[in-house]
């Protein structure tokens, strides 16, 4: 479930910052520390929420991130 959990956040990474090599090294970073600060965890009450924070993350980023492009003054296009 993690494993999944991982691969997903960054599936969805790729898509919500396709084009944007800034945003998407950033979110690879910070997930990948994410991870890697909370993979010692054992309990299982802990690792249930912080799945359900990263299923919420991953949700957020899918439905809510709108990544716009500046196309002339004062105009974005997406």
Do not use: P, W, Y
């Not at 959990?5 to 969805?12: D, E, G, M």
């Not at 990474?13 to 084009?19: A, C, D, G, I, Y």
């Not at 991870?35 to 010692?40: E, L, Q």
């Amino acid at each position: 479930m993690v494993l999944q959990l991982f691969k997903t956040l960054h599936r969805t990474r790729q898509q919500v910052f396709k084009n944007d090599a800034r945003a998407l090294e950033a979110a690879r970073i910070k997930i990948n520390e994410e991870f890697k600060c909370n993979k010692t965890e054992t309990s299982a009450k802990k690792i249930e929420e912080l799945i359900k924070i990263g299923s919420d993350v991953e949700l957020i980023l899918r439905t809510s991130v709108i990544q716009g492009i500046h196309t002339d003054h004062n105009t974005l296009s997406k």
